[in-house]
T-cell receptor, first 111, second 115 residues
Framework: DVKVTQSSRYLVKRTGEKVFLECVQD?????MFWYRQDPGLGLRLIYF???????EKGDIPEGYSVSREKKERFSLILESASTNQTSMYLC??????????FGPGTRLTVT | KNQVEQSPQSLIILEGKNCTLQ??????????LRWYKQDTGRGPVSLTI?????NTKSNGRYTATLDADTKQSSLHITASQLSDSASYIC??????????????FGKGTKLSVKP
């Protein structure tokens, strides 16, 4: 079974803090994704990566950065967390032209 | 503009009843359509994936249909169970050469199954 794990299920941070969200997949997938999910807005793509050290902006990259130093790991970084970044963050991975597999999600609250 | 619209937004049914969720899309060029189930507080899990040439696909009590001419899909749930309570998300993939950042997500239908 494909497994996508995320470092935390719940996270509470203060405004201005630097936040790291980690995602690890065990299926040797080339592609990895970070989404945020908000009520009434659905899933929105923040960044994705199709190879180690490669990244592409999604629909809402502002305020975020990513890092992919190893194929299995994709990190989402909030350089200076703000309250409007309170959300559910979902990581996903896929091989070319195959469905995406999602992690369990991290519910981030910024106070 | 590439869009995926789902209806209804929410739905309440009694346990044991059937229901049908709708997905209309205006996505081009089309590659495939997926239905995901997302339990509250969890990540989405794939139910079905259909390409242009597939009209129907089943996964247990879940049956998805696709009409590529009218750009409509439906997800039919038979003999609903309490565990079917979840959000159901329709996702359409754009047909591009390599990148996987080409998914258009619907906002989901929230299904509640009551005893």
């Amino acid at each position: 079974d494909v497994k996508v794990t995320q470092s935390s299920r719940y996270l509470v941070k203060r405004t201005g803090e630097k936040v790291f969200l980690e995602c690890v997949q065990d299926m040797d997938h080339e592609n990895m994704f970070w989404y945020r999910q908000d009520p009434g807005l659905g899933l929105r793509l923040i960044y994705f990566s199709y190879d180690v050290k490669m990244k592409e902006k999604g629909d809402i990259p502002e305020g975020y950065s990513v890092s992919r130093e190893k194929k299995e790991r994709f990190s989402l970084i909030l350089e200076s967390a703000s309250t409007n970044q309170t959300s559910m963050y979902l990581c996903a991975s896929s091989s070319a032209r195959v469905e995406q597999y999602f992690g369990p999600g991290t519910r981030l609250t910024v106070t | 503009k590439n869009q995926v619209e789902q209806s209804p937004q929410s739905l309440i049914i009694l346990e044991g009843k059937n229901c049908t969720l709708q997905c209309n899309y205006t996505v081009s060029p089309f590659s495939n359509l997926r239905w995901y189930k997302q339990d509250t507080g969890r990540g989405p899990v794939s139910l079905t994936i259909m390409t242009f040439s597939e009209n129907t696909k089943s996964n247990g009590r879940y049956t998805a249909t696709l009409d590529a001419d009218t750009k409509q899909s439906s997800l039919h749930i038979t003999a609903s169970q309490l565990s079917d309570s979840a959000s159901y998300i329709c996702v359409v993939s754009l047909h591009y050469g390599g990148s996987q950042g080409n998914l258009i997500f619907g906002k989901g239908t929230k299904l509640s199954v009551k005893p």
